[in-house]
């Protein structure tokens, strides 16, 4: 379970910040803990629906909680009151301040699918020299194929990253995505339901969390 502490707000509300959890959970939709409330406490339960919740905290990382509804709250004997909100997008990285999102491509990670595609950059050399082992290793970009589809056009997008202290390990990694770009920026929602029929991938009864790189319009 991953867990995201830190102060919760609407964005036209921005002065009226409440600390809060948001929990997210392999197969269960994430939700948000609120010590508070982002609206008028004890509305009916399914009249409350916020489009956007913004986040913040200490490291100072920006969370989007996007298509939001309140699913529980409660009072106290001290008069507080503490609120419960599913949301069924998580953006993390941006602060969007309203609908509608829209994203020039984005790009999704599955297991193993760097092992189906076989595309890779990373090259590795160890000989032996003169009773020495000499290691070397180098990255260069594989030309990733791509293929239109009606408005879309699907692809291979690769990401490396180099990790480690440089000291005691260097790690070389090539990250393997399916890149999917349509002709004009589209809101997330048309990624899902008008894109190219993945739904093998990330749609389903049960909502699967899978990781997504995304390209502002």
């Known amino acids: ?125 160890a000989d032996l020299v003169a009773e020495e082992l000499q290691f070397s290793a180098s990255y260069r970009p594989p030309r990733a194929p791509a293929v239109a589809v009606g408005e879309w056009t699907i692809g291979v997008d690769l990401e490396f990253a180099e990790e480690g202290d440089s000291i005691s390990s260097i790690v070389f990694k090539q990250r393997t995505a399916i890149q999917v770009t349509p002709n004009t920026p589209r809101s997330l929602e048309s990624y899902l339901d008008d894109g190219p029929r993945t739904q093998g991938a990330y749609r389903g009864e049960t909502w699967r969390w899978f990781t997504v790189r995304v390209r502002l319009s």
């Open 1 to 125: 379970m991953l867990e995201y502490p830190g102060w919760w707000w609407l964005p036209d509300k921005a002065d009226m910040k409440v600390a809060g959890v948001l929990r997210i959970q392999p197969e269960e939709t994430p939700e948000l803990e609120l010590i508070g409330s982002l609206h008028e406490p004890y509305l009916p339960m399914g009249t409350v629906r916020p489009p956007i919740v913004l986040r913040v905290s200490t490291s100072c990382m920006k969370i989007t909680l996007y298509k939001c509804s309140l699913v529980g709250e409660r009072g106290s004997s001290l008069g507080t009151v503490s609120a419960k909100l599913h949301a069924q997008f998580v953006l993390e990285g941006f602060h969007f301040p309203s609908p509608p999102i829209l994203f020039e491509s984005m790009a999704m990670g599955f297991q193993h699918l760097a092992d189906w595609t076989r595309l890779t950059g990373l090259k590795a050399h």
